[in-house]
């Protein structure tokens, strides 16, 4: 294959080894004397530097690349080859990894060098960076794997590395069922991946297994099995990247220590489900009705957590709701064929999203650890540096121009609007204005108003250089990130969208300016209605609502996880129980069973001897020396 390069597989190898050293590390020294934080810390923070090095080493080489060969590759070994089955474990940088790579690495970094200050003085410190640099190790395998059987080794590797981390505090059970949860909850999105792929493969036989043979033979594909295959992925997606109705997982994720919250929702596992509808965009470009659904889906997913997000207390629960509300836009752009648009949103999301994480674990950090936004407030003057961020993190995430997520966010809404989904628009518009609300109803109850909890207020303080300079270089991309697509409107060039379209099939919606400035208007009205909705309720300080109605339904998150319980997990246990029982009392337990008995008829028999009588015992010896002696005997003949 043309353009084969040498270093594509040390990028995701780098971390892989980084968490393989410190485990062994941290093994060797659990017993005996610990090594210093700084060390592992250091350790650790190499790997995803590395990376983001050799991202812009891919960066730069693809770009001196014509554009009709734009990619690089890489074959490191054959994995398995059976019959006409050729897997190779390979990887391929084309301008869509690459994107991703910059962004996943670069983020990846400064959450890493944020959460060594994070997570100082933790029992498990060497532990917890252990499973982070394989949390990145397995997302870049994801990313950069050449075929979706590579990309699904990666795509397990998050599965695996985010319930370790989400159940990182395993001494709270609610923490430990917290990662069982997302990792029961993928599975399920995860079969659906498997099958897809298996359709796909017995539908392309031996034309090849990777995605450029795959897009080669695209076109031999019926279109209901490119259906079956696109809706079967997609399933796979709704479980990674939390959408209805396998999006139950994620707020339960918060479960874990801030800093993976911040790397699940900003650079790694959450956007898997969207990179992977664009990576197989050859196929969703043909199947226009499953690309409506998929839209459909996403718009009512970011409806629906946006409404959460108005209700919740728990400061990284808003953050994780607004998480899935901004998954839902990402999908209805992918889903509209404005694949560049999702694409672009996901890289603007994980400045601003690993942006605000990183500020609320500040705020979490000078509040001892409370999560609960009703017991902080005035907290802007101890906290100035992470206020300021976190209100530039806030806005990019609300929409208002011109930080980095009113460009990407207005792209997708501007091509739903453009393609005549009309009903997407307007509830992708109704989600802005909500978002606007919820987002700055926190950042007011956090920061603005009178203290709620004096004694923890008075011992508040802004965290080490470790953790705000990390929220000063994401505030910088939050802020600026959103021009490098800027829209030929605004007088840009869509970077963005031009260096992506090698790799995607991209549907260009286009209409008159007017078309799009009326997108823009009613984008813009509605981030100041909501956020004009937030100051008069909560700018100048509110005591905790009492909810009633549908406040405390929408608080309790319309008792979505209730109905599963009941209609899924109670029979499933039920059903569950009865068949294990079945086979411990008909199967497992028989050879037990016989075992005993046996054990049992002998010592019957041998309870026959004991009499209790001395002379009984003495006729024993007698008959047992006879034998004894007349087998000696026959033994000298």
Not at 20 to 42: M, N, S
Not at 262 to 278: D, E, K, N, Q, S
Not at 383 to 399: H, N, Q, R, V, W
Request: aromatic residues 14%; charged residues 10%.
């Amino acid at each position: 294959m043309a353009n084969t390069t040498t270093y594509l597989g040390l990028i995701p190898l780098l971390p892989l080894v980084g968490a393989a050293v410190i485990g062994f590390l941290h093994l060797g020294t659990c017993k005996g004397e610990r090594l210093p934080e700084r060390f592992y810390g250091l350790l650790a923070c190499t790997a995803p530097i590395l990376t983001f090095l050799l991202a812009v080493k891919v960066f730069f080489d693809l770009r001196g690349l014509p554009v009709e060969t734009r990619f690089l590759s890489q074959e490191v070994f054959t994995w398995f080859k059976v019959g006409e089955m050729d897997i190779a474990m390979g990887f391929l940088a084309d301008p869509l990894s690459s994107l991703m790579l910059l962004f996943v690495t670069f983020t990846g970094s400064l959450i890493h060098i944020y959460s060594i200050g994070y997570m100082a003085k933790d029992e498990s410190f060497a532990k917890f960076f252990a499973y982070l640099n394989l949390f990145l190790g397995s997302m870049l395998i994801l990313v950069l794997g050449n075929g979706p059987v590579v990309m699904f080794v990666g795509w397990e590797g998050v599965g695996l590395c985010s319930y370790l981390l989400i159940s990182y505090y395993s001494e709270d059970r609610s923490n430990v069922l917290a990662g069982n949860k997302a990792f029961i909850v993928n599975r399920i999105g995860d079969f659906g991946f498997v099958l897809g792929m298996a359709f796909l493969f017995w539908a392309i036989g031996s034309g090849g297994f990777d995605y450029i043979s795959l897009k080669a033979n695209a076109h031999m594909l019926p279109e209901a099995t490119v259906i079956l295959v696109c809706l079967l992925l997609f399933l796979g997606a709704t479980g990674k990247s939390a959408q209805i109705p396998l999006y139950v997982w994620l707020p339960d994720a918060m479960a874990g220590p801030t800093p993976v919250s911040a790397l699940i929702h900003a650079a790694t596992m959450v956007t898997a489900g969207v990179y992977m509808v664009a990576r197989f965009s050859f196929l969703y470009a043909h199947v226009a009705a499953v690309g409506v659904f998929i839209a459909w889906v996403g718009i009512i997913t970011a409806l629906v957590s946006a409404i959460y997000g108005m209700y919740q207390d728990d400061i990284k629960k808003v953050l994780a709701y607004s998480t899935v509300s901004q998954l839902g836009y990402m999908f209805a752009g992918v889903g509209l064929a404005a694949y560049s648009a999702g694409i672009f949103h996901v890289f603007t999301h994980a400045f601003f999203k690993a942006l605000l994480f990183l500020g609320a674990g500040s705020v979490i950090y000078a509040m001892h650890h409370e999560q609960n936004i009703w017991k902080m407030g005035g907290l802007r003057s101890k906290l100035p540096l992470t206020y300021k961020t976190m209100l530039i993190g806030s806005l990019a995430l609300a929409g208002c121009p011109p930080f980095s997520g009113f460009f990407s966010k207005d792209e997708i809404l501007y091509s739903a609007l453009a393609s005549g989904h009309t009903g997407i628009w307007l509830v992708g518009v109704l989600v802005a204005g909500m978002t606007a609300y919820y987002t700055f109803r926190m950042i007011f109850v956090v920061f603005h108003g009178s203290p709620r909890d004096a004694h923890a207020f008075d011992h508040a303080h802004e965290p080490p250089a470790v953790m705000t300079v990390p929220l000063v270089i994401l505030a910088i991309g939050a802020l600026f990130a959103g021009f490098l697509n800027l829209p030929a409107l605004f007088g840009g060039s869509q970077q963005v969208t031009h260096w992506l379209a090698p790799s995607l099939a991209e549907h260009a919606h286009e209409a008159a300016h007017s078309t799009e400035i009326i997108a823009i208007a009613a984008s813009v009205a509605a981030f100041f209605v909501g956020i004009l909705i937030a100051w008069r309720k909560f700018g100048q300080g509110a005591e905790e609502p009492v909810f009633r109605g549908f406040a405390s339904f929408a608080y309790h998150t319309f008792r979505v996880n209730e109905f599963y319980d009941v209609i899924l997990v109670r029979p499933y246990k039920a059903i569950g129980g009865a068949i294990a029982n079945f086979i411990d009392a008909n199967i497992t337990d028989i050879p037990a069973q016989v075992i005993a008995w046996f054990y049992r008829q002998a010592g019957s028999l041998f309870k026959l001897l004991q009499v209790g009588y001395v002379r009984a015992y003495a006729i024993y010896m007698i008959v047992g020396l006879s034998v004894m002696s007349l087998l000696l005997a026959q033994s000298f003949k």
